[in-house]
């Protein structure tokens, strides 16, 4: 059974700060890996997704790793602004691709 | 490109009674999944469809929850009857196919009192 884990649960940084987020897995048979960013009180929205063949995908100031074999991926966020505080939540697609299971979130505080 | 609706936003309502959730995913995709997120945790996995099959329903609580997804396009959920710890945000997704990037609604949030 997969399981993912996120450290730290919540994080607080100042503005402009590069920061990054940990995502684990247990099992390392998983095709795909989704990054998503949680409003409060909203949907999920993606913000990556890193395919089993890749090892990295960026998007703006945003840049995801990801390593199979060790079962981790990364979330980096550069120059952190205010509007990136949010919950950012992983998720592992596993069992043949039919089981998208998410990590508990990283909520994430950006300060003045 | 319109997203995956839900519909309603917020629900309250007294345990014992019953309620539906509505989703309508994104024109074309295949998969639908519905996702139970519990204030403070991750969201977890009730039930997946592949057009109007069920590929996982695992942890769907079976005795209380149903789902259905007919002619592979909206999907309902219901609870019946409802209990306090149903309380939390139900959230639809969907994806173009299995194992592919996944498109998440607003949710609904439901309230049991």
């Known amino acids: 059974k997969q399981e993912v884990t996120q450290i730290p649960a919540a994080l607080s940084v100042p503005e402009g700060e590069n920061l990054v987020l940990n995502c684990s897995f247990t099992?390392?048979?998983?095709?795909?890996l989704q990054w998503f960013r949680q409003d409060p009180g909203k949907g999920l929205t993606s913000l990556l997704l890193?395919?089993?063949?890749?090892r990295e995908q960026t998007s703006g100031r945003l840049n995801a790793s990801l390593d199979k074999s060790s079962g981790r991926s990364t979330l980096y966020i550069a120059a952190s602004q205010p509007g990136d505080s949010a919950t950012y939540l992983c998720a592992a697609f596993t069992g043949g691709g039919n089981k998208l299971t998410f990590g508990t979130g990283t909520q994430l505080k950006v300060e003045l | 490109e319109a997203g995956v609706a839900q519909s309603p936003r917020y629900k309250i309502i007294e345990k014992r009674q019953s309620v539906a959730f509505w989703c309508n995913p994104i024109s074309g995709h295949a998969t639908l999944y519905w996702y139970q997120q519990i204030l403070g945790q991750g969201p977890k996995l009730l039930i997946q469809f592949q057009n109007n099959g069920v590929v996982d329903d695992s942890q769907l609580p079976k005795d209380r929850f149903s789902a259905e997804r007919l002619k592979g396009v909206d999907s309902t959920l219901k609870i019946q009857p409802a209990k306090l710890e149903d309380s939390a945000v139900y959230l639809c997704?969907?994806?173009?196919?299995?194992?592919?990037?996944?498109?998440f609604g607003q949710g609904t949030r439901l309230t049991v009192v």
């Open positions: 890193i395919q089993s063949s890749q």
């Open positions: 997704a969907s994806g173009v196919v299995l194992n592919t990037e996944a498109f």
């Open positions: 099992d390392s048979a998983i095709y795909n």
